[in-house]
């Protein structure tokens, strides 16, 4: 099943999106959540802070475990994304710090730190719902184009068209961006219960439609979600143009 949500704003698909993890959290108050950073959550989270300040959720007995962080950034480092769901979420609402994964970019031993966090993510039971955003080349997470379907978490060589996106948050200079990151592959995404990918803005509608209407490819990593039987797809009119609601 995959069911599109096409919201008029950002607002109103970051509230959707909210919506979609609430109902998770209410029927499932112990459920491991797989979060994604990137700017397109922030609204979501902004949401789900409102609701937890309001009483309406709670995240104490929630576990989460991220998708990505870049190799050789800490938690400490303000571009790490560790410390992005830090300040977006977890300051600010009861969840367990403890609880909360995000892959190790510092351990020198990568395939340890690979083969620990799949361990993590298969200790914790594994992921019941996963929130993902889109690359303009359609990697989710960092599985960039071209990485095969069968992955768990492994360390990838960023896509210069990527190091060029993020570089935003470096000041546009592209030579600071961390080139390699560790994430969870793309069997790790598919073994979520369900999934939530979200796509805002109009640089968003070519990538997004051909994950969904085109063929199913490695060439575009999120492609390999219109083979997962729960996909929940929620954007803005600019990203989402002919997918449209069920
Ligand atoms: C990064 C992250 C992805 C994210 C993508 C898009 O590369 N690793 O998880 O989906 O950026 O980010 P944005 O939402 O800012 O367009």
């Known amino acids: 099943m995959i069911r599109f949500y096409k919201e008029h704003d950002y607002g109103s698909a970051s509230r959707r999106a909210a919506d979609i993890l ?142 060029r996106a993020n570089s935003r948050f470096w000041g546009g200079d592209e030579s600071k961006v961390p080139k390699q990151a560790i994430t969870m592959g793309i069997a790790t995404v598919m073994s979520a219960g369900k999934i939530l990918i979200m796509a805002c803005g109009e640089d968003k509608r070519d990538i997004i439609t051909r994950a969904f209407r085109g063929p199913i490819t490695p060439k575009v990593p999120a492609s390999a979600l219109q083979l997962h039987p729960c996909v929940f797809v929620v954007g803005d009119e600019a990203a989402m143009g002919d997918l449209v609601k069920d």
């Open 22 to 163: 609430s109902a998770q959290m209410i029927l499932k108050p112990d459920s491991v959540l797989g979060l994604a950073t990137g700017s397109t959550p922030v609204g979501t989270y902004q949401e789900l802070i409102r609701r937890y300040q309001e009483g309406r959720i709670s995240f104490a007995e929630i576990t989460s475990c991220n998708l990505d962080e870049y190799v050789g950034l800490g938690g400490d480092n303000d571009q790490s994304y560790r410390y992005f769901m830090n300040h977006n979420l977890f300051d600010h609402v009861d969840i367990d710090k403890s609880r909360t994964f995000v892959p190790d970019g510092l351990d020198p031993d990568h395939e340890a730190a690979c083969r620990k966090y799949d361990e993590i993510v298969k200790s914790v039971g594994g992921v019941d719902l996963q929130l993902l955003g889109i690359g303009h080349d359609g990697h989710i997470g960092f599985n960039e184009p071209g990485d095969s379907f069968d992955k768990g978490t492994h360390i990838v060589d960023l896509q210069e068209s990527t190091i």
